[in-house]
């Protein structure tokens, strides 16, 4: 190869449609996070929208009557009209010009992986993070009393949900990180973000300064992606108030019914407010129990740290099980028929218990290149750079929420 090699739009796309690169960002993506790992895929049933009828209520027509007695009125299943969006996440391929003249192949070919490392790295974050999220896209919160005038550059933090993300302080969060381009609640900087360029114990700096004034308990949101990305277990599980109180949303509404007309739509909250304890956790499970008359709950999933915490329990009641493997490859403990797993990405202070029967991994298709023009590449005018955008549509589904648990505010030892 000639010296002064010089990377064309050609050589890129090549590049970017090796099958070892869409092989390393499909499967990257597909198995992200332990709990999504566990989930059936579905399809769509319309477009880029699941739809379909939740039931909500059992038929409660029948009734005993003597022999001879009359006939009872029938009565009917209620049903609810459910319709769960595709949201579609994405990372962007950027090189520059001068970037692209190398003196080998080799070297060029080196840097376009190392890129698209990044970028697999970069898209595996992003939706563990949401997969354990709302949907609302909220990392953190400002936490000094009384907000924060313009021209600031450095605000303390608090932790997103109350108890449930743990803190900066504790080193336990790891939603935001340097390079993050973020927004105060509705202040974006005229739509260009402000650049988290440090993360300390207990608070984050950022460049520019504040354009305009941030009030106390601004939401912390990566830019643009306030309610748009996928609606992760938080919502799934909770109740209306649970939604409402400590989730900060808005209404009690998942999947388009409102939880507060259909209590029978709602997941289990059980509010710990202690260690972690296995009565807590028969506590969590007999709330299921109630609810469905059947303790299907199959997987039970926490963080690292409530991974220690559960170990610790079960190696003093010497009921400590030899770890097994689940699908994916990761060890699990299991209890009392009951698997448990950590997560990385998971609420440090709260534990899941999911029937994954009736959660659903609503995605559309395969992460893909988006073809724009004649290739996977694009010049990207007045600038002499080139750009590949990366798409993927997912959503989470969970069709019977009254099947899943959460053991939240548990104190951490």
């Known amino acids: 190869m000639p010296a002064g090699y010089i990377a064309s739009l050609p050589n890129w796309d090549a590049l970017l449609e090796e099958d070892y690169v869409k092989k390393q960002i499909v499967d990257a993506i597909n198995v992200s996070t332990v709990f999504k790992d566990e989930l059936k895929r579905v399809g769509p049933t319309s477009g880029r929208a699941r739809v379909y009828t939740a039931k909500v209520g059992a038929s409660q027509g029948t009734g005993a009557r003597r022999e001879d007695a009359q006939m009872p009125a029938y009565g009917a299943g209620e049903y609810q009209p459910v319709r769960v969006t595709a949201r579609y996440n994405y990372a962007t391929f950027k090189i520059t010009g001068p970037a692209e003249e190398f003196g080998t192949h080799k070297a060029f070919v080196e840097f376009g992986l190392q890129i698209l490392q990044d970028t697999k790295e970069a898209l595996r974050l992003a939706i563990g993070r949401q997969t354990w999220g709302d949907g609302q896209g909220i990392m953190a919160l400002i936490n000094n009393g009384g907000g924060y005038a313009a021209g600031v550059a450095t605000t303390t933090v608090d932790s997103a949900y109350g108890v449930l993300w743990g803190s900066l302080a504790a080193m336990t969060t790891i939603l935001i990180k340097r390079n993050m381009l973020v927004q105060f609640g509705t202040e974006d900087n005229s739509g260009q973000g402000y650049r988290i ?29 306030s309610g748009a990305e996928v609606v992760g277990a938080l919502a799934m599980v909770a109740t209306a108030s649970f939604m409402t109180s400590v989730l900060s949303l808005p209404n009690g509404i998942y999947n388009g019914i409102d939880r507060v007309l259909f209590p029978e739509f709602e997941g289990n909250v059980v509010n710990a407010n202690a260690a972690l304890s296995l009565p807590l956790i028969r506590a969590t499970r007999d709330a299921i129990y109630k609810r469905t008359d059947s303790e299907m709950s199959d997987l039970m999933i926490g963080s690292t740290e409530m991974a220690a915490d559960y170990e610790a329990l079960l190696v003093a009641a010497q009921r400590f099980v030899p ?6 490859g990761y060890s699990v403990l299991e209890h009392d028929g009951l698997q448990f797993i950590k997560d990385s990405k998971a609420p440090i202070k709260a534990l899941f218990f999911f029937d994954t029967k009736k959660i659903a991994w609503m995605q559309t298709a395969d992460p893909h290149w988006k073809q724009d023009g004649s290739g996977i590449m694009r010049i990207i005018p007045g600038q002499d750079a080139k750009e590949a955008l990366l798409l993927w549509y997912a959503n989470l589904d969970c069709m019977e929420p009254r099947s899943q648990a959460v053991l939240y505010n548990i104190t951490h030892t």
Request: charged content about 10%.
């Open 323 to 328: 770890p097994n493997k689940l699908r994916g």
């Open 197 to 225: 360029t440090s993360v300390g114990t207990t608070s984050i700096t950022f460049s520019p300064p504040l354009q305009n004034a941030i009030a106390d308990n601004a939401t912390i949101i990566i830019l643009g992606s």
